[in-house]
């Protein structure tokens, strides 16, 4: 099956700056890799998600790359905010295209240093 | 307003006493699942189901049951709680097969057994 790794486990920046958070799967014919943010109390929710026939994805502040030869993507936050602090869980597809097949990485604990 | 229910938010038990957690969707969507999260191990899945009366192991199934008797619905089931089993737990839904619907999730039910 899928295994997803997620590095680092924890993350500190300072406010304003950027952070990157990054994964790797194992399976190759996994093609769909959403990013999730779970505020402290609060339920995952999707941030931003990338398929694997586009190799980059912004919207505003935040980005994802994927690298398919490689089974790599990562997120990208710049211009980092308090309320970006967060645990933020990738995650792929071993169902091929959708949110119903997904194995996630153990999480990055993101903190925003003022 | 579409959304995941998870009822109760907050329960504490004794090792042995079986309890139920009930989880509900008004999305109509085939797919729903649960996962535990534990510091350090992410969100890990229990079990999942592609529609009604289809169920199957996730990553960490033993000592849990589920049913799935009505599409809404799916409740998670622990008929000998013990220690280990204290977790946050998380139900979830999608549409089923891609798309692009995100994993929905409920807000969590913390479980201590003691």
């Known amino acids: 099956g899928e295994n997803v790794e997620q590095h680092p486990s924890t993350l500190s920046v300072q406010e304003g700056d950027s952070a990157v958070i990054k994964c790797t799967y194992s399976?190759?014919?996994?093609?769909?890799f959403p990013w999730y943010k779970q505020e402290l109390g609060k339920r995952p929710q999707l941030i931003i998600d990338?398929?694997?026939?586009?190799g980059e994805k912004k919207d505003q502040r935040i980005a994802v790359t994927l690298n398919k030869t490689a089974k790599h993507f990562s997120l990208h936050i710049t211009e980092t905010q308090p309320e970006d602090s967060a645990v933020y869980f990738c995650?792929?597809?071993?169902?091929?295209?959708?949110?119903?097949?997904?194995?996630f990485g153990k999480g990055t604990h993101l903190i925003i240093q003022p | 307003e579409a959304q995941v229910t998870q009822n109760p938010r907050y329960l504490i038990t004794v090792t042995g006493k079986k309890l139920t957690v009930t989880c509900s969707q008004n999305?109509?969507?085939?797919?729903m699942s649960w996962y535990r999260q534990d510091p350090g191990l992410g969100l890990r899945q229990i079990y999942y189901?592609?529609?009604?009366?289809?169920?199957d192991k996730g990553d960490v199934p033993e000592g849990y049951k589920v049913s799935r008797k009505e599409k809404r619905n799916f409740p998670l089931i622990l008929e000998s709680p013990s220690p280990n089993q204290t977790s946050l737990y998380f139900c979830?839904?999608?549409?089923?097969?891609?798309?692009?619907?995100?994993?929905?999730f409920g807000n969590g039910t913390r479980l201590t057994v003691t």
């Open positions: 979830a839904s999608t549409v089923l097969g891609g798309g692009n619907s995100p994993l929905h």
């Open positions: 399976d190759s014919a996994s093609n769909y």
């Open positions: 990338i398929r694997s026939n586009v």
């Open positions: 995650a792929a597809s071993r169902a091929g295209g959708g949110a119903d097949g997904l194995t």
């Open positions: 999305m109509n969507h085939e797919y």
């Open positions: 189901s592609m529609n009604v009366e289809v169920t």
